[in-house]
Each structure stands twice: as structure tokens, then as C-alpha cells.
């Protein structure tokens, strides 16, 4: 890695020469960024990412690697993750979609202002469509307002939760199953509650958010009725990067009086818990496609009357109605309507870490001739000149840019893969249940399928030509059903070597197996016939400058046993001054096994390799 604008064209060759004669085959060349760039000692001049003197370097490297035998492989963009740049305008950038809701009542001539849903400019809003429908029984557009709330502890936070008046968060201890937190809801009147949000799994515990260990039960008192517990579900296993609400549906049952209870394993930060008596589809964040989580078929099929669901052949398209972008006249049929204008925008994922100049928007990976752009833009650049005839090849590092939603052709491409048209089922993605929670699931596991095929084949099956056609092999790390929606088997068969992922120390949390899942990457080599499973090995959150070979041997033969066969040292961070600095230049962050040549170690890294 560069890291800031510290380089050193002697420390470079000193660098590539002891990696080499560690028996080390390769390099994988990243430019990042870490703290402040005043803060990284090495060399008086700050070299800046993309200019000439940064060219000219790079070449250097390209060419020492070569003429010492060592392949050169380069990452996508600047940074590790993933696919950006200053190049890419917000046009250009992930897309998702967005709406904003009116509620009207009909019998007469109406004539509105729709909200956008843009509220900054770098969202770069375009407009799709005006939908509306009958207002679904119960559905308000707001949360419920709860009279009083009783629990152990702070009740007030508790109510200050439920009525979205909480500031800051309620800390959970780890409590068990028979001492779960409870929390006693009283409404003014008797309502339905049909829905229970949270905010996200993440956001709990970033250290648990793939087995988040969380049970939720809610029960209902009705008046002279015996008691019904309406919801009693675990918390999905999700993702590090969810960062959306997490809905559950309620069977239906109308009381004054509720009891929810919590049972936690680990830490959990509550900042989010909401009632609604609006119907949504349970988990409709995950099952959408906004982030990946497991899908709940314990709560897909809430006892719920189909007046709380919206009926697909009752949407009114009412695009041709807008007398301009964001004025509506319509002569709307009596009952109580909803109206939704849909878009979509810039999803505001930036590549990095890079230095602040090489920094711009995630490139869009649904469409084809964007993901070509992004290339021509990087690397087919870079090797059309200062790296001609020096790339072996390409790597497709760390996805850190969560889901994607829309492009321009999602409606054909839904066509393609679904057989039907999406247009009238868009709602579904902002959780209303169209027809029937059954139905409502169908589709939306379609458009999970049609994002896969998107990302599989326009993102990572077009870089991969991309690479191919100009003579180099890819490879690239887990993404797909280990951050986006997507099929992990599916997914590498682009790949001429499949990569993974493994940390140290084994205690700790990231070593969890369904962090950074190796088994499906070795299955997928298997199936394709591929002969290596690579891995980033020895990534760390826990720097101590205490780690030695005999630790990191048995960390690698357990993931050995689980398939990896070649392993990528993370991380050798460029040190630009040949003599200085002992034992050498630290990643920074706490981040990555220090892998240096001023080690004390690294003149025994040779019978390291040698073992591996």
C-alpha cells in the first residue's frame, strides 16, 4: 500500500526486493488513506494520487516488480473499496429509489404539490413515475402515539422510544431467556398494531450483527379476551453494513394494552422502536433488496385482513397527470387515496480510502457501459501508459458500498428475468403489502434475483471482460450473499481466481465464520473447476506489533482447512525511506498484520512462505 502522498522511489525498490526475497510471488497495489497526511512521516514532498510524479512512481514500481519476478496485481479505483472516482458524476453514481407520500381524499378535482425526495443536490433526483391507491386500513403514514410505557429501568426512555422522542440510545446488557427486558405499552384507546420497527441490526452490535442473538415477543391484552401473542421471532442474521430499519409484522389483535419483551445475548444499542397500525411486509428492508439479511419465513404469513393491504389492481398510474415535475391535478375517485412519487437517487457511496483527491462517487454496477467508463477511467488508463505491458492482474477488493436499487434499465431487466412488469409492484419495495404477504414475497424475491443478475453479470462479469480482453486474470473477494443480495455460487464464476477472507486473532470477532464466509467461496471454486482459492490473510483489528510467525501459522492452517490454498499477506504498507523507521511504516487505523521488512521477524519469512 501507499498511504498519503509519502512515497520514496528508493524505498520502493528496498520494498519489492525484501518482499521478493521473503518468496513472496506478488503484489497487489493499493493507494489509501489513513488519519491526516501531515501526520505520516517518510519524505518532505507530498506526492499527490493521479498526477504525473504519482504516474511516474507507480511506473517505477510496475517496472521493479517486473524485472524482480514479482506479478503486479492493481485494484479497481483508488483505495481498497471499491469501484469510484473523481470521474464519476452523481448521474453516474449507485442509484436507489425514493419517494415521498401525500394523502388525499377524493370525490373532487385535486391539485397538489408533490415533495421531492431529493433534500441535498449531490442526490442528483430523477424522477419515474406517480402512483396512487385506496389508503390501506390503518395506514396513517405516522407511528402510533403510546400514553404511557412501564419497564425496568428508565420508563421514560422507554416512552421517549416508542413516541420517537428518544435522544441518543437505551443500552441493553445481555439478558437471557428467563429474565428478558419487558416493557408494559399502554395506548389512549384500543388499537391494532400491525407493524414493530427497530433500527437496524447493525446498529445494535457492529460485532453481531451476522448472529445478532436477539428474540423479540410481543402479546396483546384485549379487552375481556384472553391474552395473544402477536409476534414471538429472533432478529435475522444481517450484515456489517445494514444500515436500514428492521420491520416486523404483528398479527393483528385490537387491545388498549401490549407487552414486548427482549431476550439479547450480547450488547444491544436500542435507539429505534416504533408501533404502526400501518401493515408492512415483514423484514421488507432485507427481502427488498436494500441490504442482505437472512429472510424470515416465521413471520412471512401475519393473521392480517386484507383491508390493510393495498391491491395491486387498484394502483392508478398517474404520471401523465403532472402538469409539471412536481404539480399534480387529478379528479380522484372518493375514499381516502395515497399517492407516492417515485425516483430515484445517488446512494451517496464514495470510493476509499484514498487520498482526498482520488475520492468520488461509487460507479453505477448495474449498468454495463458505466462499469466500462470506470474501467477506462483507472485502469485501462493506467495501462495505456505509465503501466503498458506491466498488469498481470486485476483484483476487485473490499465491497464497502452496501446495496443498489435501480438503474435505467431495471424495468427491462425485471422483464428479462421476472416475465411481468414491475411498475405497479415498486410499492412493495418501500414495504406495502400488495395483495397478499405470499404474493408480496414472490415478487420481491424476484427483484432480489434480478439484482444478482445485475451485479453478477453487468458489474463483475463485465470487469472480468474487461481484464480478459486486455490480458490480464481477476480476482476478486466476497461481496455477493455476504454484503448485497446476491448468489455467492453464481457470483465467482467470473472469477479466474475466487477470493475470500480471513482475521486474527482466532478470539477475535471477526474471526466469526459468517463475517467473512470462506466454505461458499471454496464450494464455488469446486464447482467451477477452478484450482485456487486465494484469501486476504492476517487482516486485524488488533495491532499490537506483538504478532509472530508461530500465531499466524495456526490461523492459517485453520482456514487451510476450510479451503484457502493461496494466501495475500495483509498488509505491507510502503515504507519510502530505505533505512528508517524500525520496524516500519504501520497501516494505520490498528488495521492489517504488519508485514514489513524491518520486522523482527522478516528475515525468518522465507520458511513462512515455505510452509504455507
Known amino acids: 500500500h501507499f498511504l498519503t502522498g509519502r512515497i520514496g522511489k528508493s524505498g520502493i525498490t528496498t520494498d519489492l526486493q525484501a518482499i521478493a526475497d521473503a518468496g513472496i510471488t506478488g503484489i497487489s497495489f493499493f493507494h489509501g488513506q489513513q488519519g491526516d497526511p501531515k501526520d505520516w512521516p517518510g519524505t518532505e514532498e507530498h506526492i499527490e494520487c493521479l498526477s ?68 441535498e443536490s449531490w442526490q442528483d433526483y430523477r424522477d419515474l413515475m406517480v402512483l396512487a391507491f385506496p389508503t390501506p386500513e390503518g395506514d396513517t403514514g405516522t407511528h402510533m402515539q403510546v400514553a404511557r410505557a412501564t419497564a425496568s429501568g428508565d420508563s421514560q426512555k422507554w416512552l421517549d422510544c416508542l413516541n420517537g422522542k428518544l435522544r441518543g440510545s437505551i443500552m441493553l446488557k445481555p439478558t437471557s431467556g428467563q429474565k428478558p427486558y419487558v416493557v408494559d405499552v399502554e395506548l389512549a384507546d384500543s388499537q391494532i398494531p400491525r407493524s414493530l420497527v427497530f433500527n437496524s441490526i447493525d446498529g445494535f452490535n457492529h460485532e453481531f450483527g451476522v448472529d445478532p442473538g436477539i428474540h423479540v415477543r410481543v402479546t396483546a391484552f384485549p379487552e375481556q379476551k384472553a391474552e395473544q401473542v402477536v409476534l414471538d421471532c429472533d432478529f435475522p442474521m444481517s450484515n456489517w453494513q445494514d444500515g436500514h430499519t428492521m420491520t416486523f409484522a404483528l398479527d393483528e389483535s385490537l387491545a388498549r394494552r401490549f407487552r414486548i419483551e427482549i431476550f439479547n445475548q450480547h450488547p444491544m444499542n436500542l435507539s429505534l422502536m416504533r408501533l404502526y397500525t400501518a401493515a ?129 434499465s431495471m424495468p427491462e431487466a425485471f422483464r428479462r428475468q421476472a416475465g411481468y412488469e414491475l411498475k405497479t409492484w415498486i410499492p412493495a419495495l418501500f414495504g406495502y403489502v400488495i395483495d397478499n404477504p405470499e404474493q408480496t414475497s414472490e415478487f420481491l424475491n424476484d ?129 519510502p525511506n530505505p533505512d528508517k523507521y ?31
Open 280 to 408: 408492512r411486509k415483514s423484514n421488507w428492508e432485507g427481502e427488498g433488496g436494500w441490504t442482505l439479511r437472512r429472510i424470515l419465513r416465521e413471520n412471512e404469513s401475519p393473521r392480517q385482513s386484507a383491508k390493510a393491504y393495498l391491491r395491486i389492481r387498484d394502483i392508478v398510474d398517474l404520471t401523465s397527470m403532472l402538469v409539471s415535475s412536481d404539480s399534480l391535478v387529478w379528479s380522484a375517485p372518493k375514499g381516502k387515496w395515497t399517492i407516492l412519487r417515485i425516483g430515484h437517487v445517488n446512494t451517496g457511496r464514495r470510493n476509499g480510502p484514498a487520498p482526498a483527491e482520488a475520492v468520488g462517487w461509487e460507479i453505477n454496477k448495474f449498468d454495463p457501459q458505466l462499469v466500462d467508463y470506470q474501467y477506462d477511467s483507472y485502469v485501462g488508463r493506467l495501462q495505456k501508459g505509465p503501466l503498458r505491458g506491466l498488469l498481470d492482474n486485476m483484483l476487485m477488493d473490499s465491497w464497502e458500498c452496501s446495496s443498489q436499487t435501480w438503474t435505467d
Open 52 to 119: 504525473p510524479k504519482w504516474e511516474e512512481l507507480l511506473s517505477h514500481t510496475a517496472r521493479e516488480a517486473k524485472r524482480i519476478g514479482l506479478r503486479f496485481s492493481i485494484q479497481t479505483c483508488p483505495g481498497w473499496a471499491m469501484s469510484g472516482g473523481p470521474w464519476v458524476s452523481p448521474s453516474q453514481s449507485m442509484r436507489h429509489l425514493a419517494y415521498t407520500r401525500a394523502d388525499v381524499e377524493g370525490g373532487s378535482r385535486v391539485s397538489l404539490r408533490l415533495k421531492s425526495p431529493q433534500s
Open 447 to 575: 427483484f432480489r434475483m434480478t439484482q444478482n443478475r445485475l451485479f453478477v453479470d453487468n458489474f463483475y462479469g463485465r470487469m472480468a471482460q474487461n481484464a480478459h480482453r486486455n490480458g490480464m486474470t481477476i480476482q476478486y473477494e466476497t461481496a455477493a450473499g455476504d454484503i448485497f443480495p446476491g448468489c455467492p455460487m453464481e457470483y465467482y464464476k467470473w472469477a479466474d481466481v475466487p477470493m475470500t477472507e480471513f482475521w486474527q486473532p482466532m478470539s477475535h470477532w471477526l474471526y466469526n465464520r459468517n463475517y467473512k464466509p470462506i466454505r461458499p467461496t471454496s464450494s464455488a471454486a469446486r464447482m467451477y473447476g477452478k484450482p485456487r482459492v486465494s484469501a486476504e490473510a492476517f487482516t486485524s483489528f488488533d495491532l499490537n506489533w506483538d504478532e509472530h510467525l508461530s500465531m499466524l501459522r495456526e490461523v492459517a492452517n485453520q482456514n487451510i482447512l476450510d479451503g484457502v490454498t493461496h494466501m495475500v499477506f495483509h498488509t505491507y504498507t510502503h515504507n
Open 582 to 612: 524500525q520496524p516500519g511504516t504501520s497501516f494505520g487505523g490498528g488495521i492489517g498484520t504488519p508485514f514489513l521488512r524491518k520486522q523482527t521477524w522478516w528475515p525468518y519469512m522465507r520458511s513462512f512462505t515455505t510452509y504455507l
